[in-house]
């Protein structure tokens, strides 16, 4: 489907590039990690037929340029940035769905926290809130030799030490507008690993929340703390195909699986 509109927002310190396509209930995805519009391209194709699919650029990513350098809190700048770019396209009082991966899905679940009223459904695909595992420690100095290695010795090899949380494959190649892994592990990496999910607070909302993982990941150390999440809020995980990116590898049945997902979503918020 041929994209309906794009356009940019400015927000502060940025400006945001996003994409809409379809028409129905407003669905927002976030993308993780250095990843862009591109990466949902194939899967908002999909979910257009009986959705507004929004898509963007996170802050400093691809067609997403940066008026200043990256605010210090990221997750509260990329929370701002979801939340003014629904005020933008979505209408006044409209319920809005979120999908989330990645550090995308940490970035949703905190969306949900902090706006209930207007978010309808998030659901969570693999947040690397590795801050959740009894182990975290360990993660944690991982992710600071990753960010070492990128400032010492480049990105390729930070990239192959970061092969760890995807059971020892290399990161899954996908599709983007531009190569982002530099700004990534710079500024993405380290604080998006180390934001660990507000459990009191999903407490409220866990029956608008969906924690979900990919089949062919649940192997893998990045699919671990959606699974202690889930057990944390009494909820069930909910695989999807593929693996940690399963949407580009499995757009169609990734998008049928979530399309019934959001149907079920509650009819009021109250």
Known sequence: MDTLESGTLAVPGARLY?????TGPLLLL?????SDTEVFRALADELAACHRVVTYDPRGISRSLLDRPPPESWLASQVDDASRLIDHLAGAGEPVRVFGSSSG???????????????????AHEPPAMGLLPDAARFASLFDEVHATFCQEG????????????G??????????TDNHAFFLAHVLLPSTRCVPDVTALMAVADRVVLAGGQRSRTHAVHRPVAVLAQRLGRELVEFPGGHVGYTQNPAPFAAQLADILAGAPASLG
């Open 168 to 177: 020892g494959r290399p990161a899954p190649r996908l599709p983007e507008a």
């Open 30 to 34: 976030i993308p993780g990690g250095a």
């Open 18 to 22: 996003f994409e809409v396509r379809g």
């Open 155 to 166: 990105v390729p090899a930070a990239l192959d030490r970061l092969r760890a949380i995807f």
């Open 105 to 123: 899905a940490v970035i949703a679940l905190e969306l949900m926290i902090s706006d209930p009223h207007r978010i309808q459904l998030a659901v």
